[in-house]
C-alpha cells in the first residue's frame, strides 16, 4: 500500500517522462512495444484513480487522456500506413 505521497509522486514522474521531448526519455517513442507500455502506465494511473483521492485525480484524468489520445493518434497513423 502506497501513502499519497508517493502515488502522487508516481504519477508526477509518469506525467514528466511522458511529456519529454527527447526520444531516449519517452518510454512511448523509444520502446518496441509502444502500445504495451502505454497500456501499463494507464493502468496503473486507473487504478490510483478508482482510490477516490481527490488531489490525484485530476492528475490521473489527465495521465490517462493524454495516453489515450496518444494511441488513437498512433493507431490512426498505423492504419493509414497500411
Partial sequence: ???IAQLNF???????????????ENPMLSQFNTIKYALL?????WKIDRKKI?????KCSVLN???M???TNYL???????
Fill in 65 to 67: 487522456k493524454y495516453i
Fill in 41 to 45: 502506465i494507464y493502468r496503473i494511473s
Fill in 76 to 82: 490512426a497513423r498505423q492504419q493509414h500506413i497500411s
Fill in 54 to 58: 481527490y488531489s490525484l485525480t485530476t
Fill in 1 to 3: 500500500m502506497y501513502t
Fill in 69 to 71: 489520445d496518444s494511441l
Fill in 10 to 24: 508516481l504519477v508526477d514522474t509518469y506525467m514528466a517522462i511522458l511529456h519529454s521531448k527527447e526520444f531516449k
